[in-house]
C-alpha cells in the first residue's frame, strides 16, 4: 500500500516567508530565525512552492 506523505515546509516564492508545519497545533507555523519571523510581505499574496512537483507519494 502506497503512504501518502504531506508536505513539512512551504516558501512563497514572492516575498520569501517560510513556514513549517507544527503537527501538534495541526496548522502551519512561521518560521523564526534568531527570534526574528521569517513573515516576508505581509500583504503578499503568497505563492507556495508546494506545486505540481512535490510527490505525495512515499518512495
Request: glycine share 6%; hydrophobic share 25%; aromatic share 6%.
Amino acid at each position: 500500500m502506497a503512504e501518502i506523505v504531506t508536505p513539512r515546509k512551504r516558501e512563497c516564492e514572492r516575498c520569501g516567508r517560510v513556514d513549517e508545519w507544527d503537527p501538534d497545533q495541526h496548522s502551519w507555523r512561521i518560521v523564526t530565525d534568531s527570534g526574528t519571523k521569517q513573515s516576508g510581505d505581509p500583504h503578499c499574496l503568497h505563492e507556495w512552492d508546494i506545486n505540481g512537483t512535490f510527490n505525495p507519494l512515499a518512495e
